[in-house]
């Protein structure tokens, strides 16, 4: 899918739309974007939240702490060619 869009003088875009609905993007949603030699990928950011009670957690942790640490791993994962 594409979608086309400028971008402003504070450096915003304006993500399209129906690139938006197929992405399963809504207002507030985290993007992580990726910059590379062929250009951007804007990729939605799973929220950790999400994710609460899969683990068991054996002592309390910083929920803003395991937060920035999921980002981190997600900005650093090998990117799927095929996507």
Do not use: H
């Not at 400028?6 to 985290?30: E, L, W």
């Not at 939605?44 to 395991?66: E, F």
Request: proline share 6%; no cysteine; hydrophobic share 35%.
């Amino acid at each position: 899918m594409i979608g086309y869009s400028v971008v402003n003088t504070k450096g915003q875009v304006t993500i399209p739309a129906s690139v938006r609905r197929k992405a399963k993007v809504k207002p507030r949603d985290k993007v992580m974007v990726i910059g590379g030699d062929e250009g951007l990928l804007i990729k939605p950011v799973a929220n950790i939240l999400s994710l609460r009670g899969s683990v068991k957690a054996t002592r309390p942790m910083d929920i803003d702490k395991m937060e920035k640490a999921f980002q981190n791993y997600l900005g650093t994962r090998k990117q799927d060619p095929k996507r």
